[in-house]
């Protein structure tokens, strides 16, 4: 679930936060992940893309997954980051394309599979000692023009082996009824 408000970890998945993924995840999505464990899902076969509106681009070296372990009584907190690596050709279905949205595959870089496998059996130690953890896809966009358009559409979509087809974590959420301009201009640079 992804719980950070307004913050540039988030502009990940919305370009300016203040959503969670558990109130936008369309039900038939969270029906397909059903039998998808974060924790044991094969790390090559994770699959992310993002689309957004023109205007807007990834920062190069923006985007990672997070993997957070909660404090426990002998254990400090944790924060490991994997780079995702953005697909030069996707393949990505026909049904996820929108005009003036360009879409952006990635996966998990070859160099952090093993470091993703080591964190995923820590991860289950510490699920089986009750210590609270997330994964969760962090990125960074910026703008091309001073002026924000009056909509920020937003969608990311998942797939892993265990699901025949990408799924959508939320698709076209508006970015701007969830920020006002001020914060986005904050958040979301012009690009250098």
Not at 27 to 40: E, G, H, I, S
Not at 86 to 97: C, D
Not at 98 to 126: C, H, M, N, S, W
């Amino acid at each position: 679930m992804i719980t950070r408000p307004l913050t540039k970890a988030f502009i990940a998945l919305t370009l300016a936060g203040g959503l969670a993924a558990c109130d936008i995840t369309p039900v038939r999505t969270m029906w397909a992940l059903r039998n998808v464990d974060p924790m044991t899902t094969a790390p090559e076969g994770i699959r992310l893309a993002v689309r957004i509106p023109r205007g807007f681009r990834p920062s190069p070296d923006g985007i990672a997954l997070i993997g957070e372990l909660e404090a426990s009584d002998t254990e400090p907190a944790e924060t490991v980051r994997f780079t995702i690596e953005r697909q030069q050709k996707p393949n990505l279905p026909s049904w996820m394309r929108r005009a003036d949205a360009p879409l952006y595959g990635y996966k998990i870089a070859d160099k952090d599979i093993e470091r993703f496998r080591t964190y995923q059996r820590v991860a289950r130690l510490a699920k089986a000692e009750k210590r609270g953890g997330s994964i969760s896809v962090r990125t960074e966009v910026c703008r091309l023009a001073d002026e924000l358009p009056s909509e920020i559409l937003v969608s990311v979509f998942i797939k892993t082996i265990e699901i025949d087809d990408y799924v959508p974590f939320f698709e076209d959420q508006d970015v701007t009824e969830h920020a006002s301009k001020e914060d986005i201009t904050e958040l979301v640079p012009l690009c250098g």
